[in-house]
């Protein structure tokens, strides 16, 4: 039989392609989801509004909403490519989805970078949103959009090394709890909505330390103080990717 009889073609598609209909997928489940659009859209909406129209924490700036943005910002990397991240891809392991997949024509790295894509896609929305917010309530942000393209792409990095190293790691119920946990944890101890100079001297020397940390102090210093790139952030940040990544990569089980 002459070849091209068959319409279409049987055999996989090209890995491009693959990867773009696999994030369409991922992407479409992840705003579908309420439990995940409450932790992506919902939560940092809200955290930006209460503080910034309510006087409830002193952050030092001539309008609250100039601290609070850089924090809420870095908040919604860390909510999509860490915690939201981390629970969906537990529970995908735990069904044996991620098996099935592993066994399709995807590549697994490919896979991995469909799962990217649509964390990044999903982190365009958040900050087109919570930038409208933010200027609407009076926020003047300064300083290179460059630099704070850079921060959030490192952030993304770091945060999504992290939650797959936890999904792939331990069960999707540990998984569920521990994301949820740790999201909390730096929300008040990452310099997202508190000050850390709120904090004793010790603590606040750990806590510098932190990626959302690292991820808020260097979005703060380029959009309200108009700093150039803060290396230092930054560089915290690309030790964490560099970490987080490679012990994804691995320690990640598919089943």
């Not at 999707?172 to 997202?192: K, W």
């Amino acid at each position: 039989m002459s070849a091209g009889t068959f319409s279409p073609r049987p055999g996989a598609a090209p890995v491009g392609r693959m990867i773009a209909a696999q994030a369409a997928l991922e992407t479409r489940m992840l705003l579908r989801n309420g439990e995940q659009l409450l932790l992506t859209v919902i939560i940092p909406s809200l955290l930006l509004v209460l503080f910034s129209t309510v006087d409830i924490i002193d952050t030092g700036a001539d309008q609250a909403v100039d601290f609070l943005a850089p924090g809420v910002l870095a908040l919604a990397v860390l909510s999509t490519a860490f915690t939201g991240q981390a629970i969906a891809t537990g529970f995908e392991r735990r069904y044996g989805v991620l098996k099935r997949l592993g066994a399709s024509p995807l590549p697994r790295w490919a896979l991995m970078t469909a799962k990217t894509l649509a964390v990044l896609v999903t982190e365009v929305l958040q900050v087109a949103l919570l930038t409208a917010i933010a200027l609407a309530l009076g926020w003047n942000p300064h300083g290179d959009p460059l630099s704070v393209l850079v921060l959030l792409v490192l952030g993304t990095a770091a945060f999504s090394g992290l939650g797959l190293l936890m999904a792939g790691t331990l069960r999707a119920e540990a998984t569920l709890a521990a994301a949820n946990l740790v999201f909390l944890l730096l929300l008040v101890g990452g310099g997202v909505i508190v000050p850390l100079e709120k904090f004793p001297d010790a603590a606040r020397s750990v806590l510098e330390l932190l990626p959302v940390s690292a991820l808020s102090d260097g979005l703060r210093s380029v959009l309200q103080d108009g700093a150039a790139m803060p290396w230092g952030d930054a560089l915290t940040l690309a030790v964490w990717a560099v970490l987080g990544l490679g012990a994804a990569a691995k320690f990640f089980r598919w089943e």
